[in-house]
């Protein structure tokens, strides 16, 4: 009974090991592929993720894997907007990748009418946007007025010497006193 008990404890002190080997070489490869597993046309669809990509988990790899795949396939305007939303996403903080994901979920559990519903929303507010060719929502603020801040800017900004007119004044020197 000892000596079986003994045959015991050792096989399993042998078989551990090679189980947790096994355990993390399943790990390794569930995590998706590294980055330097990809194919030379995928690194290149997905680089704006580059940085991002030992940070993903393997779901997330896997799909992204997938995108690159159909790339060549897609329209060139479809190809554009992946690069630019894949650039987007890679700006925003942990905290607003999680809400995104967040309302994405979300609109999927809403019911169809009301999903449809959000859905026209947008696509309204898409085609107002295409009605201002020069306006995206990403764009920085326009400047201020010209008109605006060219009397605000006037008064502070000094004149090249001998350039004033007679008589008037900038925020360096008074106005000489009227006689």
Do not use: H
């Not at 080997?21 to 490869?29: H, L, P, R, T």
């Not at 942990?94 to 809403?110: G, I, N, S, W």
């Not at 999903?115 to 929502?137: C, G, H, I, K, M």
């Amino acid at each position: 009974m000892a000596q079986t008990l003994v045959a015991l404890i050792l096989a399993l002190c042998l078989a551990a090991p090679a189980a947790a080997a096994q355990v993390k070489a399943d790990a390794k490869k569930s995590a998706g592929p590294a980055w330097s597993e990809l194919k030379p046309a995928q690194k290149q669809v997905l680089a704006p993720l580059a940085s991002e990509w030992e940070k993903m988990d393997a779901t997330r790899r896997k799909k992204w894997v997938e995108i690159a795949d159909r790339y060549p396939k897609m329209k060139p305007q479809e190809q554009q907007r992946l690069q630019k939303r894949m650039v987007d996403w890679t700006k925003l903080t942990p905290a607003e990748r999680a809400a995104a994901r967040d309302k994405y979920q979300a609109l999927k559990k809403l019911p169809p009418e009301k999903r449809n519903e959000v859905t026209a929303q947008w696509q309204r507010y898409q085609r107002s946007l295409a009605q201002q060719p020069d306006f995206s929502p990403s764009d920085p603020p326009a400047p201020p007025d010209p008109q605006t801040t060219e009397s605000a800017t006037a008064v502070a900004t000094p004149e090249p010497s001998g350039t004033k007119p007679p008589g008037t004044a900038t925020a360096a020197t008074p106005a000489p006193p009227a006689q």
